[in-house]
């Protein structure tokens, strides 16, 4: 049974840094690019950042290059995203995911996390 964990969510406050989790189980975390998403109430979950296979390549929306970073360890299964100056409009569910490819949309996952409540307060 393929399990993504999330962790690390929490209350910040706006310009504050925070480390998301991601802890894969149940499937061969080598073959998979990650990636996270986020989803905002009455918005449709939007591509974050992504990073390949071996952790060569980093992606990234344009709303969070340069404040976010997406890192993975591949000995543990486990992948990361430090978020630094975070603005109240990144109030949302961030989601962990396996991509079928790295091709950083929501279609082309193939597992999802349950997510993990992130609220940047003003």
């Known amino acids: 049974q393929v399990q993504l964990v999330e962790s690390g969510g929490g209350l910040v406050q706006t310009g504050d840094s925070l480390r998301l989790s991601c802890a894969a189980s149940?499937?061969?975390?080598?073959?998979?690019?990650m990636a996270w998403f986020r989803q905002a109430p009455g918005k449709d979950r939007e591509f974050v950042a992504g990073?390949?296979?071996?952790?060569?390549?980093?992606f990234y929306s344009d709303s969070v290059k340069g404040r976010f970073t997406i890192s993975r360890d591949n000995t543990k299964n486990i992948v990361y995203l430090q978020m630094s100056s975070a603005k109240p409009e990144e109030t949302a569910v961030y989601y962990c995911a396996a991509m079928k490819s790295a091709t950083w949309r929501p279609a082309n996952v193939e597992y999802w996390g349950r997510g993990t409540q992130v609220t940047v307060s003003s």
């Open positions: 990073i390949s296979t071996l952790g060569s390549n980093s």
């Open positions: 149940g499937l061969n975390f080598l073959l998979y690019p």
